[in-house]
């Protein structure tokens, strides 16, 4: 999938390409464990890994790249400013650079505000920080995550580049229309993150009759429901066989039980929602 940052003339810039479908590396802290589940991804036909500084795993992030042998071009790095990082100018450009340390790599493709900076006043700063990172060659895209609409709109005050992508919860519970079409506005495209509701829905009833009818998984319906709304999505499993099944999601066709699915919209936060903040 094309992304780019609109400036203020309308043009685009920094033009990249990234893969739609990727792997969530939330909570694999334990030693080894996203590694490993990096490597089996790999091996599955994943490109895309989503990482954060929050996560502590940066390092293991690179050390699996290393390790598959795949050229790093061939691959897809998201990675995140941590927000309790994003305090100004220079603090931000600090944590770039420490990022490409951890992971030890050249640049990292797309980096992330990971959440709106929480004193209001560093968030002019902290993004024409990352608009520096982006003109440097350190990072190929830069986005935001957890950005709601009014956050959105007073990056046209300050912003050089608009954002590529704002990543933030999307799934068949939470589908966010005024959101998706804010981020749309800005020209940037919608990130899924928690696609499976962190796991708090894969049990869930009504989703286990739509897959039966489709013939395929219960997380195999969300997955493919926020890809096929033109998400980037990006679940986590580090169980080998869920790695597996995850990606196996995009062969699935919804298209008879979409407005079954599309009913299951009931406004459901998994995780945390930073959107709402003033
Ligand atoms: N920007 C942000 O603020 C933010 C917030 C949250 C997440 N994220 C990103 O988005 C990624 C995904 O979100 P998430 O980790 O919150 O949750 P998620 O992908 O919605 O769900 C992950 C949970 O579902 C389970 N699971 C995965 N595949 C399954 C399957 N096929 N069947 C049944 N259960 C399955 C996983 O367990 P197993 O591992 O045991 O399979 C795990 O407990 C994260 O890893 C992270 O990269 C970003």
């Known amino acids: 999938m094309r992304i780019s940052h609109i400036t203020p003339d309308g043009n685009e810039a920094y033009v990249h390409e990234v893969p739609q479908f990727g792997l969530g590396v939330f909570l694999m802290s334990d030693g080894g464990e996203c590694k490993d589940s990096i490597l089996t991804a790999l091996e599955a036909g994943y490109t895309h890994i989503d990482t954060a500084r929050a996560y502590n795993n940066e390092h293991e992030v690179g050390k699996a790249v290393r390790e598959s042998n795949i050229e790093r071009e061939s691959l897809f790095i998201t990675t995140k400013l941590r927000r309790g990082h994003a305090t100004g100018y220079q603090d931000t450009i600090e944590h770039c650079q420490k990022s490409l340390e951890l992971l030890n790599m050249d640049y990292i493709d797309l980096y992330l505000v990971h959440a709106p900076p929480e004193n209001p006043d560093h968030r002019a700063p902290v993004w024409q920080a990352m608009e520096y990172c982006l003109e440097q060659g350190w990072v190929k895209a830069i986005g935001v995550s957890n950005y709601g609409p009014s956050h959105l709109s007073a990056m046209k005050d300050y912003a050089k580049y608009m954002p590529s992508v704002n990543q933030v919860e999307f799934n068949p519970w939470l589908q966010r229309p005024h959101l998706k079409q804010a981020t749309e ?75 079954a699915i599309k009913s299951l919209e009931c406004n459901y936060v998994s995780g945390w929602d930073p959107t709402t903040e003033p």
């Open 185 to 259: 506005d800005a020209g940037a495209k919608v990130m899924a993150y928690s696609p499976l509701a962190r796991g708090h829905k894969v049990d869930d009833p009504q989703l286990g009759m739509i897959a039966e009818k489709l013939g395929c998984t219960p997380a195999q319906v969300a997955i493919k429901f926020c890809y096929d709304e033109g998400c980037i999505t990006i679940p986590k499993s580090s169980n080998p066989a869920r790695i597996v099944e995850n990606i196996q999601s995009l062969d699935v066709d919804i298209s008879s039980q979409y407005e």
